[in-house]
């Protein structure tokens, strides 16, 4: 088979990674993310099956995605999750697959998705201390997250684990020596991620976001750091404590948009693509792939949408309009 033209968009980017949200449910209620009583959830028929994510996942790997993160809402409460892992760790052109969980089910699932051909975790923690962790979550979970964490950390098939904390003003300040603690002492490579604009209540306000430099500059009261080089198209800046003992990564989309290299696009759970986070338009593939379409129809939509993928994506400036869709209903 000769070589196919890779996926670009017209701005010149090659993607070559994919988040494939695999249900829109959550067994967590955090603050800024959905209400108390959640939010209303997609039929089991609107979602997409796992035979259709590997099909679609397949497709874009022949293509030129390499790359593919599966997400939620959270992705364990999606009945049989390492089944679709199996189906998706075999395909052609994949060079890696990885989750992003809130570490909830972990405990029960590492082993299996592990020998699935899941290799890269990340957790989704945003306290260390019980009572902030209930406050942020709605959930007295923690103790739990933290078993799950442990547990995908010894597993030996899982080749990294990172942990994700949202960076929120008045919130995580008093998280940040923790967190810098738990990256020292078990190796774990902990991220700030700033706060976005997807919450559901549409509250959200840049005097939220606790920057990725405010952080830093909290963080180098106490600990020299230096800086390693960006890989390309990553979305974190990485740091390492100077003693050697472990790493802090800074992802910024708010204060420091990383757009220009952007690789990345996202399939949602009801089997709708969309080219950035905050896309105000989606490309239905669920609807022509369950009305008939061939392999060769489907490509020219996916590629037509990823053509127009956006240049950057405006939060932080005028006239910005936050999407419709939560972060839970698009895939972290």
């Not at 051909?117 to 709605?138: A, H, K, P, Y």
Request: aromatic share 6%; with cysteine.
């Amino acid at each position: 088979m000769g070589e196919r033209e890779p996926l670009l968009d017209r701005h010149g980017r090659r993607i070559s990674d994919l988040r494939v949200s695999v249900t829109d449910r959550c067994n967590f209620r955090c603050q800024y993310c959905m209400p108390a009583e959640g939010l209303p959830w997609l039929e089991r028929e609107e979602l997409l099956s796992f035979e259709e994510i590997a099909r679609l996942v397949g497709l874009l790997c022949s293509i030129g995605i390499e790359d593919v993160r599966l997400t939620g809402g959270e992705p364990l409460v999606r009945r049989d999750l390492p089944r679709l892992v199996s189906m998706l760790s075999g395909l052609r052109g994949l060079r890696e697959l990885s989750l992003t969980t809130n570490g909830y089910l972990l405990e029960r699932d590492t082993a299996a998705l592990a020998d699935a051909g899941i290799q890269r975790v990340n957790v989704s923690v945003d306290s260390l201390q019980r009572d902030r962790f209930f406050q942020i979550t709605r959930r007295d979970s923690l103790p739990q997250v933290l078993r799950g964490l442990d547990a995908v950390s010894r597993n030996p098939a899982i080749r990294q684990v990172k942990v994700n904390a949202l960076g929120i003003r008045g919130f995580t300040e008093e998280e940040i020596l923790p967190f810098c603690e738990l990256a020292r002492s078990t190796g774990l490579q902990v991220r700030f991620i700033e706060y976005m604009p997807l919450d559901a209540d549409h509250a959200w306000s840049e005097d939220q976001v606790l920057t990725g430099a405010e952080i830093r500059r909290a963080i180098e009261a106490h600990h020299e750091l230096i800086e390693s080089p960006r890989e390309p198209s990553a979305t974190a800046r990485v740091f390492r404590f100077a003693d050697g003992r472990g790493e802090i990564g800074f992802v910024n989309p708010v204060s420091e948009p990383f757009c220009a290299d952007c690789n990345r696009i996202r399939l949602t759970s009801d089997g709708r693509l969309r080219t950035c986070l905050f896309s105000l338009t989606e490309t239905d593939l669920r609807g022509p792939m369950r009305a008939g379409a061939s392999d060769a129809e489907l490509e020219s939509l996916l590629r037509s949408a990823v053509w127009r993928k956006e240049l950057k994506h405006r939060v932080n400036q005028p006239g910005f309009v936050q999407p419709e869709r939560t972060m839970s209903a698009i895939g972290g």
